[in-house]
């Protein structure tokens, strides 16, 4: 792995269009593919690859939901946006926080679930909402974020 890996990051490297936002994209999917996530000490990697900052490679994995930066099992986004705030959203965010684990976002502390934030999903109307794996969870409230939690580590 290390050598295909590393004949990647060279063949990037000397690219001349290395520093175009879909080149480097490019890249940390073949990474991905290689590794299966693409996690910081990938990203340094790619980011000097590439000629580019490390805060750009940080926020491509973050922006593309095909990128990840680790193998995490369950994924869930939690809704930011002005309507589900308004109906406990950040309740529901906090609970889902001190649940996993997590600061602010990333990670779970034992590595299983991606917290994400986004400011809107699109369902307003079901105020607050999450995603969870790809599925919207409507009316959530914080009393129902440990039993989630404890489904989704189980499975
Ligand atoms: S504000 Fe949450 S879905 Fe729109």
């Given at each position: ?86 109906k406990g959203g950040f309740a529901v965010l906090e609970a889902l926080r001190r649940e996993l ?14 917290l994400r934030t986004q400011n809107c999903l699109r369902h307003c109307g079901t105020a607050p909402n999450l995603l969870v794996d790809g599925e919207i969870l409507p009316h959530v409230t914080p ?13």
């Amino acid at each position: 792995m290390e050598q295909e890996l590393r004949e990647r990051f060279d063949f990037y490297a000397g690219r001349r269009d290395r520093s175009e936002q879909a080149v480097v994209v490019e890249l940390l999917r073949e990474v991905q593919e290689v590794c299966g996530c693409v996690p910081a000490e990938l990203q340094r990697e790619a980011a000097r690859a590439c000629g580019v900052p490390e805060s750009l490679v940080a926020a491509l994995v973050r922006r593309y939901p095909s990128l990840r930066e680790a193998r995490y099992r369950h994924e869930i986004t939690a809704c930011t946006g002005e309507r589900c705030r308004g109906k406990g959203g950040f309740a529901v965010l906090e609970a889902l926080r001190r649940e996993l684990g997590v600061a602010a976002q990333g990670l779970s502390a034992d590595g299983s679930v991606l917290l994400r934030t986004q400011n809107c999903l699109r369902h307003c109307g079901t105020a607050p909402n999450l995603l969870v794996d790809g599925e919207i969870l409507p009316h959530v409230t914080p009393e129902q974020i440990p039993a989630l939690v404890r489904k989704l580590r189980s499975s």
